[in-house]
């Protein structure tokens, strides 16, 4: 189970949190698409914040986009990205998520975020266009959804997508609606949970590749 900071009830009934992917988008278009959903402040999940394919996004050029048009930037790879920088959060050289969770700066990571929508409309941002296949969604969305946060997802058409539906698709993504009778006691009885543990461990980084800049999900 992921452990997670204590929270007051009141912090955790009005916040709401975004998710979005910068895919292929030029600099324009996602900057429309952030101001479509209200939301004025980034919380940069990268763990690296720079792109060999879309170096519009790229860090410091990034930022100052974002500041020209009143968007707040944070740069929070450090603490919410998916590739650990201690390999106790390894298992086997991939990243395990709930190992990565239950680190204090994650932790930490989380309360920035809490606390910062307390005054901002926050997206957390990663790379890929789809939110199921980003540690945004099933690391950090799902850590932020524990503690009662509202997390909404940011699709690259406008779309604006509940964390219901979104977990209805992950289900059906991971096919644990039936749960399957081979499959490790330690994921658990409830299909929701047992969905985020096996797509966490299907995009998870690993030593050999990373998984948060892959081609094939900035269609």
Do not use: W
């Not at 050289?93 to 190992?99: P, R, S």
């Amino acid at each position: 189970m992921i452990d997670t900071p204590p929270i007051s009830v009141s912090e955790k009934a009005s916040t709401i949190v975004y998710t979005v992917g910068h895919s292929n988008h030029s600099l324009k278009t996602f900057i429309e698409l952030l101001k479509k959903a209200g939301v004025n402040a980034i919380a940069d999940v990268r763990s690296v914040p720079y792109s060999r394919y879309t170096s519009q996004f790229n860090r410091e050029n990034f930022s100052e986009a974002l500041k020209a048009e009143g968007i707040a930037y944070s740069f929070l790879g450090e603490e919410l990205g998916a590739r650990p920088e201690s390999s106790a959060c390894l298992r086997n050289g991939t990243a395990d998520y709930n190992l990565i969770a239950a680190t204090s700066i994650f932790k930490a990571g989380l309360e920035r975020v809490i606390v910062g929508a307390k005054k901002y409309q926050i997206a957390l941002m990663c790379a890929e266009k789809e939110p199921l296949d980003c540690h945004r969604t099933i690391l950090v969305g799902h850590a932020l959804k524990r503690l009662g946060v509202v997390v909404r997802h940011i699709h690259a058409n406008g779309y604006i997508e509940e964390c219901g539906s979104a977990e209805k698709r992950l289900v059906k993504m991971t096919k644990q609606e039936m749960g399957d009778l081979f499959q490790s006691p330690e994921i658990g009885d409830d299909p929701v949970e047992r969905a985020y543990t096996v797509r966490g461990r299907e995009i998870a980084y690993t030593e050999t590749h990373g998984a948060e800049e892959p081609v094939a999900d900035v269609r």
